[in-house]
């Protein structure tokens, strides 16, 4: 079974095989986490996500799929990056925000990543309720099947560190 651990920090801090990247579509950096991944692991990783967006995903990545890049100068080797769902109270998109996870721990399994930090997929600016976000996170990690062995959970503030570790135990 895969160990699943909880930190509250920051995700650029964290070394790990791979961390993952709660990113938009257009994968070339924005806010929250993404722009923190962005700054924290230099050009590289934007020159990584523009030869993805000029070659095989020239739309942009789209909600609930992954995408691997370098990691340039942050501590993990590698960034995954994952687009959440936006949430929505009159769509359920838990399904999306479900294959995000899912998807994110194929990618890793590509890449031979057995140590892997995720943080809250779609739980910021994206909206998702706090406490939802946080069952399907642990849910669908321990409902994979992946080579992955251990998963640290980057809780950005004592609210989600607080849930995280209550669903983990």
Same mark, same amino acid.
């Not at 998807?103 to 990543?113: E, F, I, K, P």
């Given at each position: 079974?895969?160990?699943?651990?909880?930190?509250?920090?920051?995700?650029?801090?964290? $070394?790990?095989?791979?961390? /993952?990247?709660?990113?938009?579509?257009?994968?070339?950096?924005?806010?929250?986490?993404?722009?923190?991944?962005?700054?924290?692991?230099? &050009?590289?990783?934007?020159?990584?996500? $523009?030869?993805?967006?000029?070659?095989?995903?020239?739309?942009?990545?789209?909600?609930?799929?992954?995408?691997?890049?370098?990691?340039?100068?942050? &501590?993990?080797?590698?960034?995954?990056?994952?687009?959440? &769902?936006?949430?929505?109270?009159?769509?359920? $998109?838990?399904?999306?925000?479900?294959?995000?996870?899912?998807?994110? +721990?194929?990618? *890793?399994?590509? +890449?031979?990543?057995? /140590?892997? *930090?995720? &943080?809250?997929?779609?739980?910021?600016?994206?909206?998702?309720? +706090?406490?939802?976000?946080?069952?399907?996170?642990?849910?669908?990690?321990?409902?994979?099947?992946?080579?992955?062995? $251990?998963?640290?959970?980057?809780?950005?503030?004592? *609210?989600?560190?607080?849930? +995280?570790?209550?669903?983990?135990?």
């Amino acid at each position: 079974m895969i160990c699943i651990e909880v930190v509250q920090g920051d995700i650029t801090t964290v $070394r790990a095989d791979a961390i /993952v990247n709660a990113a938009n579509s257009t994968l070339l950096g924005g806010g929250g986490v993404d722009g923190a991944i962005h700054r924290a692991g230099g &050009p590289e990783i934007l020159a990584a996500c $523009r030869e993805l967006r000029a070659t095989t995903h020239p739309e942009g990545l789209p909600a609930g799929d992954a995408v691997a890049t370098i990691g340039g100068r942050l &501590p993990a080797r590698w960034v995954i990056h994952t687009v959440g &769902p936006v949430w929505s109270r009159d769509d359920d $998109r838990s399904h999306l925000l479900r294959s995000a996870y899912a998807r994110s +721990l194929a990618v *890793a399994d590509d +890449l031979d990543a057995r /140590v892997v *930090a995720f &943080p809250l997929i779609s739980a910021g600016a994206y909206g998702w309720p +706090l406490d939802d976000a946080v069952a399907v996170a642990v849910s669908t990690i321990r409902s994979t099947s992946t080579e992955v062995e $251990r998963v640290i959970m980057v809780a950005f503030g004592e *609210a989600p560190e607080r849930l +995280l570790r209550a669903a983990v135990d």
